[in-house]
């Protein structure tokens, strides 16, 4: 029988049958899907799972905290926690093409990721949240791949790791009931997808450390007045970009040159199509004032309103 429970029993025991005493690493992105797959395992084989959180600056507000903080609580569970934002923000200063900027964030956490790795003595498997709706996919993703796509995958070749996979039955909605079953936090249990270069790739043009700062800044107001609105389960994805242009504008009598930030949100069941989502006049009139207002270096917002296709959701 189908039941939350039942699936965390039962995954718990197939996990052990796989693992027995070896130990395990595991990479947190921040998502539901590596954080459920690291808890079963958790349940699993306790201490001898080693998680690694990467955290490559590209979050969003307090996101980094979020992840640490849930895992935290989850007594017992070694988290190694890796402020690698210098490094990212580094290798990215410069780059402007948004191909270029994904194959630097994902080679670079490859890198950050094994460099931890490494130092987990006689670890043999690799904890990855694969769903089955991506195992359905990458038969046919490569061929008709449009952006090359960055998740962990990649690592276990390169480090020889068995793959443990607990998610692989399942589809997202089932993910988020283990998750609550879990006692993960709300907050995890119904984020939104996130692309794993993160704002990288929602920032158009150059990511710096002022840019990163604005788009965080705005992100975070959008993301409240939605929340606050009740829309935030009801959307695919909601979030702000930042795009590489500046525009003139009035503020108070003095004349602004500054960014404009786009909203784009948009409903889906699957992310290969989207459909942009028909928010309310005052909601958008609520958070284009108050990023207006809260955020320096904005001077505008414009709303994103194209579907996939012919858009993609993500900017680059
Ligand atoms: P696009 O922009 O292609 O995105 O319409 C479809 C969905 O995939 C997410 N996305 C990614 N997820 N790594 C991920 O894990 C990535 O590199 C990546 N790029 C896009 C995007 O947020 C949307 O949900």
């Given at each position: 029988?189908?039941?939350?429970?039942?699936?965390?029993?039962?995954?718990?025991?197939?996990?052990?049958?796989?693992?027995?005493?070896?130990?395990?690493?595991?990479?947190?992105?921040?998502?539901?899907?590596?954080?459920?797959?690291?808890?079963?395992?958790?349940?699993?084989?306790?201490?001898?799972?080693?998680?690694?959180?990467?955290?490559h600056g590209l979050?969003?507000?307090?996101?980094?905290?979020?992840?640490?903080?849930?895992?935290?609580?989850?007594?017992?569970?070694?988290?190694?926690?890796?402020?690698a934002r210098e490094r990212f923000l580094d290798r990215l200063a410069g780059v402007t093409d948004p191909e270029a900027k994904r194959k630097i964030v994902g080679e670079e956490f490859?890198?950050?990721?094994?460099?931890?790795?490494?130092?987990?003595?006689?670890?043999?498997?690799?904890?990855?949240?694969?769903?089955?709706?991506?195992?359905?996919?990458?038969?046919?993703?490569?061929?008709?791949?449009?952006?090359?796509?960055?998740?962990?995958?990649?690592?276990?070749?390169?480090?020889?790791?068995?793959?443990?996979?607990?998610?692989?039955?399942?589809?997202?909605?089932?993910?988020?009931?283990?998750?609550?079953?879990?006692?993960?936090?709300?907050?995890?249990?119904?984020?939104?997808?996130?692309?794993?270069p993160g704002l990288a790739i929602r920032i158009i043009g150059e990511v710096t450390a002022e840019r990163l700062?604005?788009?965080?800044?705005?992100?975070?107001?959008?993301?409240?007045?939605?929340?606050?609105?009740?829309?935030?389960?009801?959307?695919?994805?909601?979030?702000?970009?930042?795009?590489?242009?500046?525009?003139?504008?009035?503020?108070?009598?003095?004349?602004?040159?500054?960014?404009?930030?786009?909203?784009?949100?948009?409903?889906?069941?699957?992310?290969?199509?989207?459909?942009?989502?028909?928010?309310?006049?005052?909601?958008?009139?609520?958070?284009?004032?108050?990023?207006?207002?809260?955020?320096?270096?904005?001077?505008?917002?414009?709303?994103?309103?194209?579907?996939?296709?012919?858009?993609?959701?993500?900017?680059e």
């Amino acid at each position: 029988e189908w039941t939350p429970v039942n699936i965390v029993t039962e995954a718990v025991e197939r996990i052990r049958r796989q693992v027995g005493d070896a130990r395990a690493i595991c990479a947190l992105s921040g998502g539901v899907d590596s954080a459920t797959a690291a808890m079963l395992v958790h349940r699993a084989i306790g201490e001898n799972l080693t998680c690694v959180f990467v955290d490559h600056g590209l979050l969003r507000q307090n996101e980094a905290e979020q992840v640490v903080e849930a895992f935290r609580r989850e007594a017992g569970l070694p988290l190694v926690h890796v402020d690698a934002r210098e490094r990212f923000l580094d290798r990215l200063a410069g780059v402007t093409d948004p191909e270029a900027k994904r194959k630097i964030v994902g080679e670079e956490f490859i890198r950050v990721f094994e460099e931890q790795a490494r130092e987990i003595e006689d670890a043999r498997f690799l904890v990855q949240g694969t769903l089955y709706s991506d195992v359905i996919e990458s038969g046919t993703r490569d061929a008709a791949r449009i952006k090359s796509h960055h998740n962990v995958g990649g690592l276990p070749e390169v480090m020889d790791l068995e793959l443990v996979e607990p998610l692989r039955n399942l589809f997202k909605d089932e993910v988020r009931v283990v998750a609550a079953e879990l006692g993960m936090p709300e907050r995890l249990v119904w984020r939104q997808p996130f692309p794993g270069p993160g704002l990288a790739i929602r920032i158009i043009g150059e990511v710096t450390a002022e840019r990163l700062e604005i788009l965080r800044r705005a992100d975070a107001v959008l993301q409240d007045e939605i929340r606050a609105a009740g829309y935030y389960r009801r959307l695919w994805q909601s979030f702000a970009v930042l795009p590489a242009v500046q525009s003139v504008g009035v503020m108070g009598d003095a004349r602004t040159y500054a960014y404009p930030i786009v909203i784009r949100a948009v409903t889906s069941d699957d992310a290969m199509t989207a459909d942009w989502a028909r928010l309310p006049y005052d909601l958008l009139e609520r958070i284009s004032n108050r990023i207006i207002n809260e955020v320096p270096g904005v001077n505008r917002v414009a709303l994103d309103i194209t579907s996939k296709p012919p858009g993609t959701i993500e900017w680059e």
